[in-house]
């Protein structure tokens, strides 16, 4: 199983970016999939969630930043919009079989992927 995450790069604050991840190895149609993310000297922490249509967001980024999902595709979107340097991370895609959210919120999650580095300049 592997999933990768794409997309990361520069960005001034204010800016957009959309990040993807596609996942392999098996189908995670029924799977929740989302993204975490780690700034430098932090710990990790959950940002975004999606299941069907269900989502679940964190309090910091909610507003700004939109999860979606093309199931047939197995990819999952995080499209981030009023980027702030605060959002400057490492950011990792995840998946699991659960949509309980708080499980999320405490990264007790499957399968990770390697991350991607935004950044976010003032």
């Known amino acids: 199983v592997q999933l990768q995450a794409y997309g990361g790069g520069l960005v001034q604050a204010g800016g957009s970016l959309r990040l993807s991840c596609a996942a392999s190895?098996?189908?995670?149609?029924?799977?929740?999939m989302g993204w975490f993310r780690q700034a430098p000297g932090k710990e990790r922490e959950f940002v975004a969630a999606?299941?069907?249509?269900?989502?679940h967001y964190s309090d910091s980024v909610k507003g700004r930043f939109t999860i979606s999902r093309d199931s047939a595709k197995n990819t999952v979107y995080l499209q981030m919009n009023r980027l702030e340097p605060e959002d400057t991370a490492v950011y990792y895609c995840?998946?699991?079989?659960?949509?309980?959210?708080?499980?999320?919120?405490?990264?007790?999650?499957?399968?990770w992927g390697k991350g991607t580095l935004v950044t976010v300049s003032s």
């Open positions: 995840a998946a699991d079989r659960t949509s309980i959210w708080s499980t999320w919120d405490r990264g007790r999650i499957e399968y």
């Open positions: 190895g098996r189908t995670f149609s029924s799977y929740a």
């Open positions: 999606i299941l069907w249509t269900n989502t």
